[in-house]
């Protein structure tokens, strides 16, 4: 068994927590009671038998009686026997007191284990007797007092100053014939686990073993201990061993003594297959014998444990999940549903459930759980690494520049905290170096696999190149496949013979570890990774031939949705089998892969993949969540700059989002064969394009910064292919060269962009190179600026430059940008000098009523041709009404004029609608939603409306118009020439009162096709009165919200 450091973080629903533990994965047999130290001839290590100390067995049967005697108090007494130990008075000098929120809903037993935690044995016993009292239960404190004098007997004298040490409960014949029989059994598991020769075992002497194991059942470690603790991972990273070690301390009698009596460990696998039965019936197969003390299971549920290993393996049909409740133990089930029960805390309610699944848990299954808490088992640290890679090459130098390679890819050195990972990529480079041409560069994760599995065939005996061999990989690849669709990963002897695999080919993947036996399943066999097996998956659609791995549609078909669900969904092993299938493209590799297995690949792929790139076309890849990152890294893992060109001829439009080194250079790859890309948003997040300074490194650094100035060139290329007409570089992090450079692409005259975002750059101060694009472009017509801060410095400069006269910019986006009175100067210069804008959006800027007034003189300028004003949450007041409402009267291009959440009052809409109520006021859309106005104000609108037959578009929403401000409005939309089409009310404070003028407009206005009431109480009487309107022919209403 391999020997790996675990580290997992923790964290639950709510709040979000943290924290590591780092283990090992086995002992010595001669070890007693700690893990052993390194084991120098390198062989698999198992666990080994703890027997039995008096100091650690002795019993006298304390715990059980005092849980007794808590779970015996009603839910009053229990709850001021908890408020007693928030008492100074009833609590040992020097014991801290404990805290309300670790109290509050903790259940009996974990009260009972809480109070452990605080106090010794007799400490517990002491206060606990001392409380009964205060309370007044008299009789329970009678009882109480002989059974303490019958303890303390068995207690015998105690040194004042040491504590008492963890006390088991009592230990019957049927707990020690069954601990026995689950030591026997993990032991037997791993041994039957079998190790590469060449595996380097880590081994980590824990001082501290048992403390951090009681964490994984309390990882948060405050509070009420958690029923429901699920243990995610990715395949490999020791999940199964840490669980498992958990259980084999508890049946080696160091663990979990006071919190459970007995431990039940499932593998989900194994019992998937089985045909109904009872949960008393599985309870029964790890049984010594048939006497299953089934009545003592029931008697204390809150002392059962139940570990359901493999839980994924669990086929679970969406009508089971609304299946009726389950409470009876001895019910016929399938196995499934028994195991959904137990998950919904039907049959056990009161028993801890730990699950280990890889990945992440089913989102169905997820939400049947009761209050679970998730722990992150990641495998190997990144100090794990580098120790493994110095071990296994001998040669600190190599494994750190080896080191070094693999962390500028981040899939990969992430794959690798999976030490069989690990193993796997160190033997294939170090396989790869014997040949002189090696080059480390060169290598991509298929490769890296593909010369693996190279390695070992090039040791394998006769019978995996003789005339068969051709179709038993064949065979087995297909076999892969069709588990990767299946979800299954365990494979029993009858599907072997299925796909007429041959014992003797099975046997030489089993003698180089591409296979194991399952040990807790007859005749089974699994990939000794499930990488592997992605692998071998993967490799099938490149083999020749035509059927299907499912039987059904011919394999390129079968392809065609492979490709489509690996770049749509977020599985992280569809991901990883579209990477190696790109990989196994690759000319070089096809051919070595097609010499070691003596298999003819398939001389139309490359044809059918292309067939199926022009698919891209068709349908808008962004809005199906199209995850570009992902097929660009499987573009690149083909190293064929060639196919990628022709494969990337069909993309539109990406959205990218560059976090790491591999991105980027994935990124660069891809970007520079868009030749037909239109739009693109690309954010760059992270410190890849920030240049460091350190002397020591100064060559070393410049070398990277220059192979990375050349990636962003690379990446700023497509931006000159003619075709790219929208760009977003939202959330991007950039340093002042790479924006320069950026800019540069952007004004060569082969860029036709039109369209810019940059929201949110940092630093902002980058932006200032934006002078480079915007100085006397004709070209871009949209520009959006929104949530920088750009202050007075930076937007002089952007606005000196939008005022050329080659400018012909036509939107500007300029929201949250922290401008303020002294930059409307500056924007009032732009609207009079920038004949072609016509939408400003300003909202979300501390502009106040000194900034409109600047801004409203632009206004009223011939040369201002502005249609579509946005000042939302500017902080204005009425006297901004004041100054809009001359521009309206003289600005003849102003339809659309956005005020919402500003605090206008009724005078601000007053003086408004002096504007408005002119006939000649051209205002087709007024926002005043959350304006701070009353029934006045609605009043002042409705006289405005009367005279005004442009507006089409009025929100007065948030506003406390209440029913008489409707009436008010009623009374014009009613009018045979009012044209309104859409009207705001939510969350105006209406009653069922307004509903009856509401209804007649409804039953007679020709224009009124929009009417939003959310957030009103108007009762079911006010509700069937307009839903009457609603129902009338002549009722034009399209949308009701």
Not at 122 to 139: C, D, G, I, N, P
Not at 754 to 773: A, D, F, G, W, Y
Not at 908 to 937: H, W, Y
Not at 988 to 1014: E, M
Request: with cysteine.
């Amino acid at each position: 068994m391999s020997f790996s450091l675990l580290k997992y973080t923790m964290y639950s629903m709510t709040p979000f927590l943290k924290g590591k533990v780092e283990e090992e994965e086995d002992v010595k047999k001669e070890d007693l009671r700690a893990f052993s130290i390194l084991d120098q001839s390198r062989k698999p290590c198992v666990l080994g038998q703890m027997t039995s100390s008096a100091g650690i067995f002795v019993y006298n049967g304390s715990s059980d009686k005092l849980l007794c005697h808590l779970m015996g108090l009603d839910q009053c007494q229990l709850e001021e026997f908890k408020l007693c130990l928030q008492s100074a008075q009833q609590l040992p000098e020097n014991v801290r007191k404990m805290a309300w929120a670790d109290l509050k809903a903790i259940s009996p037993t974990n009260l009972l284990c809480l109070m452990k935690e605080h106090l010794s044995v007799r400490q517990v016993w002491a206060m606990t007797l001392h409380v009964f009292e205060h309370m007044k239960l008299t009789s329970l404190w009678e009882q109480m007092r002989a059974e303490m004098t019958e303890t303390a007997q068995v207690w015998g004298p105690q040194d004042p100053n040491q504590e008492d040490p963890e006390m088991p409960e009592e230990e019957t014949d049927h707990r020690r014939r069954y601990r026995e029989r689950v030591r026997t059994k993990i032991l037997v598991l791993w041994d039957n686990t079998p190790w590469p020769e060449d595996h380097i075992y880590l081994r980590n002497v824990m001082e501290q073993e048992h403390e951090e194991l009681r964490s994984l059942l309390h990882p948060n470690r405050t509070g009420a201990q958690p029923l429901t603790v699920v243990l995610e991972g990715m395949a490999g990273v020791g999940k199964t061993t840490l669980a498992m070690k958990a259980v084999l301390h508890w049946a080696q009698g160091v663990l979990f003594q006071h919190r459970f009596s007995y431990v039940f460990y499932i593998s989900c696998h194994k019992v998937g297959a089985t045909a109904n039965t009872t949960l008393a019936g599985l309870l029964s197969w790890d049984w010594p014998d048939s006497q299953v003390p089934i009545d003592e299971f029931r008697g204390h549920p809150e002392r059962l444990l139940f570990v359901l290993d493999g839980l994924e393996e669990v086929a679970v049909s969406s009508d089971l999940y609304d299946s009726p409740p389950c409470t009876d133990w001895y019910q016929q089930l399938p196995v499934a549903r028994i195991l959904l029960h137990l998950l919904k805390k039907e049959l056990v309610p009161t028993a801890t459930l730990l699950i280990i699944t890889r990945g992440s848990i089913n989102k169905d299954l997820k939400h049947l759980l009761v209050n679970p808490c998730f722990v992150i088992s990641s495998g190997f640290t990144e100090g794990d690494r580098e120790e493994y890679l110095i071990r296994f090459f001998g040669d600190q130098d190599k494994a750190k520049k080896i080191l070094h390679w693999m962390r500028k890819r981040e899939t990969l050195f992430h794959s690798c905290s999976a030490p069989l990972v690990c193993w796997a990529v160190c033997s294939s480079l170090k396989w790869q170096m014997v040949n002189p041409s090696f080059q480390l560069s060169t290598q991509t994760a298929t490769s890296l696999y593909a010369y693996f599995f190279c390695s070992l065939f090039a040791m394998a005996e006769v019978s995996l190149s003789d005339q068969s061999s051709p179709e038993q990989w064949r065979a087995f690849c297909c076999l892969a496949a069709e588990g990767m669709w299946l979800s299954n990963f365990t494979f029993a002897k009858e599907v072997m013979e299925r796909r007429h695999l041959e014992a003797s080919f099975t046997d030489s993947l089993l003698r180089l570890n591409i296979l194991r036996k399952v040990s807790d399943c007859e005749d089974c066999i699994a990939f000794s990774h499930q990488s592997f097996q992605v692998f071998f998956g993967a490799m099938f659609y490149v083999l020749w031939g035509t059927r299907g791995s499912l039987g059904g549609p011919p394999k390129h078909q079968e392809m065609r949705v492979f490709l489509n669900d690996a770049f749509t969904n977020a599985n992280i092993y569809w991901h990883q089998m579209a990477l190696f299938f790109f990989g196994l493209l690759n000319t070089d590799l096809a051919r070595e892969l097609q010499d070691a297995l003596h298999c003819a690949m398939s001389p139309r792929i490359m044809e059918e993949l292309l067939d199926w790139a022009e698919d891209l076309e068709k349908y808008n890849a962004v809005s199906v969540h199209f995850e570009f990152l992902q097929f660009f890294q499987c573009l690149h893992e083909t190293q064929d700059e060639n196919f990628t060109r022709r494969v990337l001829n069909h993309v539109l439009e990406a959205d990218l989002d560059i976090r790491g080194h591999q991105h980027l250079r994935v990124s660069s790859f891809c970007l520079q064969h868009c030749q037909k890309l239109r739009k693109l948003r690309i954010s760059v997040s992270g410190p890849i394009l920030e240049t460091k300074s350190t002397s020591a490194l100064e060559t070393l650094e410049t070398s990277v910064v220059n192979f990375r100035k050349r990636q962003w060139e690379d990446i700023c290329s497509v931006f000159c292919n003619g075709n790219m007409r929208e760009l977003d570089l939202s959330n991007s992090k950039l340093n002042t060269s790479s924006m320069k450079e950026l800019c540069y692409k952007l004004r060569n005259p082969r860029c036709k962009l039109q369209k810019l975002t940059c929201k949110s750059m940092s630093p902002v101060k980058i932006l200032r190179e934006l002078v480079i694009v915007l100085h006397g472009n004709h070209k871009l017509t949209h520009l959006d600026l929104s949530s920088n801060n750009l202050g007075i410095t930076v937007s002089k400069v952007i606005f000196r430059s939008l005022r050329h006269s080659a400018c012909n910019l036509k939107y500007l986006w300029l929201e949250k940008c922290s401008l303020s009175v002294a930059s409307c100067q500056d924007l009032a210069l732009l609207l009079t000098s920038t004949r072609g804008m016509t939408r400003l959006c300003l909202g979300l800027n501390q502009l106040r009523d000194d900034g409109v007034r600047l801004l409203c003189a632009s206004l009223t300028h011939p040369e201002c041709v502005l249609e579509r004003l946005e000042l939302w949450s500017c902080q204005l007041r009425a006297p901004s009404c004041r100054y809009l409402s001359d521009a309206l009267l003289q600005n003849k291009s102003l339809t659309h004029l956005n005020l919402r959440k500003n605090n206008l009052g009724d005078e601000g809409v007053k003086f408004l609608c002096e504007a408005l109520s002119r006939p000649d006021c051209n205002l087709q859309n007024l926002i005043l939603s959350d304006c701070s106005f009353t029934v006045e104000g609605c009043r002042q609108l409705a006289h405005a409306l009367k005279q005004n037959h442009r507006v089409k578009i009025l929100d007065v929403g948030k506003n406390d118009a209440q029913d008489g401000g409707v009436r008010e409005l009623c009374r014009i939309l009613k009018r045979p020439d009012c044209v309104l089409e859409t009207l705001g009310l939510e969350k105006c404070n209406l009653t069922s009162d307004c509903c009856w003028p509401l209804a007649s407009v409804l039953r007679s206005s020709k224009s009124l096709v929009n009417l939003n009431l959310l957030g009103n109480d108007l009762g079911p009487e006010g509700v069937n009165t307009l839903w009457t309107s609603l129902k009338k022919s002549t009722c034009k209403l399209r949308k009701l919200g």
